[in-house]
């Protein structure tokens, strides 16, 4: 016990560095009132220290307690005067799928023919979200986990910082003023409030790895606090300054996946992940127009749905933004499981077709 106690001290005081340049990063993007300053301050900040030769720590354990406290906020905008467009949301969620079907024809034939990447490295290199799920599986394929984890960060690293700058263009959505009041950064919830999120979260995070979810840390936690919520045992809310550390460590958390990285010696797999990225977003951004001229449909909301991204990082944005977190965390948990149901199917019909 307290050798396991020592070594994840040991653990959080390596860390506590790369949190600082993180957290460093995120206050000078909130004092230039930059969109999402804490997420994209800390992301930016650790990747150029990470691109420069730094020898930055992850998060570790603390991610997998961050993706908590954000599934615990997701399942929070599933309250009890949420309006549900049943035939907008699954016609929507049809399309979503289509542009999945899509990304992953457009990811695998890219990296084949023209990143020249095997079929396995192929395959899960262009799987669109769930990169921590889609690494295990990878690991047990034979494919090569530096070019698949290179290519996953890349993406969601163009995805964060594009995102700010395109959802203002389509003019459905105002970017909310970064707040300075002390009683917004200090306001904390009631013993109550506090006992029935942390509930939510224990509960949640049991729940997601008994039904084996993707991603079972984040979705887990937040169908509990759906029901919570929807339920109307409570609207508790999380406080903004958790808020806040919650987008610190997921910038941080894309960030150091870049450490170690020499640009010299992986200069052609940044290069074709960044390719491959934007044409990953120009489908997503293509499917996100059809979906609101044929439902209706937010085209932000949209957007951030369709993306290619993580699910963590993308259901943050949109739950920072208030573009209908609930829409969003739907459409990237159904992709999410159907692609991990999917991808050794795929696998062994592409073996089939290659021999």
């Not at 949420?82 to 799928?97: E, Q, R, T, Y």
């Not at 790895?209 to 759906?226: D, I």
């Amino acid at each position: 016990m307290n050798n396991t106690l020592t070594s994840r001290l040991a653990a959080l005081g390596r860390f506590l560095p790369t949190l600082g340049l993180g957290l460093a990063g995120g206050a000078i993007a909130f004092r230039l009132s930059l969109p999402l300053p804490w997420l994209l301050g800390a992301m930016i900040a650790t990747t150029i220290a990470s691109l420069g030769g730094s020898r930055l720590r992850s998060p570790g354990r603390g991610r997998k307690g961050v993706l908590v406290v954000i599934g615990v906020m997701l399942g929070s905008a599933f309250h009890q005067g949420l309006n549900i467009d049943v035939a907008a949301w699954s016609a929507s969620l049809a399309i979503m799928l289509l542009a999945t079907a899509v990304m992953m024809a457009f990811s695998v034939w890219f990296s084949r023919k023209v990143a020249g990447y095997s079929l396995e490295t192929s395959l899960y290199a262009g799987v669109p979200g769930g990169v921590s799920t889609v690494t295990l599986m990878a690991l047990e394929s034979g494919a090569d986990l530096r070019v698949v984890g290179m290519t996953h960060a890349v993406r969601i690293l163009i995805l964060l910082l594009a995102i700010p700058l395109a959802l203002p263009l389509f003019g459905h959505v105002s970017m909310p003023e970064n707040r300075t009041d002390i009683a917004h950064w200090l306001w904390l919830p009631n013993a109550m409030d506090t006992a029935w999120l942390v509930a939510a979260g224990l509960a949640g995070a049991w729940l997601g790895k008994l039904l084996r979810l993707p991603s079972a840390l984040l979705f887990g936690p937040a169908l509990a606090s759906a029901a919570l919520h929807l339920s109307g045992v409570s609207d508790a809310s999380v406080p903004p300054t958790l808020i806040a550390l919650a987008q610190v460590l997921i910038g941080v958390s894309v960030g150091v996946r870049f450490t170690g990285t020499s640009l010299a010696a992986v200069g052609h797999t940044l290069a074709m992940g960044i390719i491959q990225a934007l044409g990953l977003v120009v489908i997503a951004g293509l499917a996100a127009w059809g979906a609101q001229l044929l439902t209706g449909t937010s085209i932000a909301a949209a957007l951030l749905a369709y993306m290619p991204g993580g699910a963590p990082e993308l259901s943050l944005v949109a739950l920072s933004l208030g573009i209908d977190p609930a829409f969003v965390t739907a459409h990237h948990l159904l992709r999410i499981s159907l692609l991990v149901l999917c991808l050794p199917l795929l696998l062994s019909a592409g073996r089939r077709l290659s021999t």
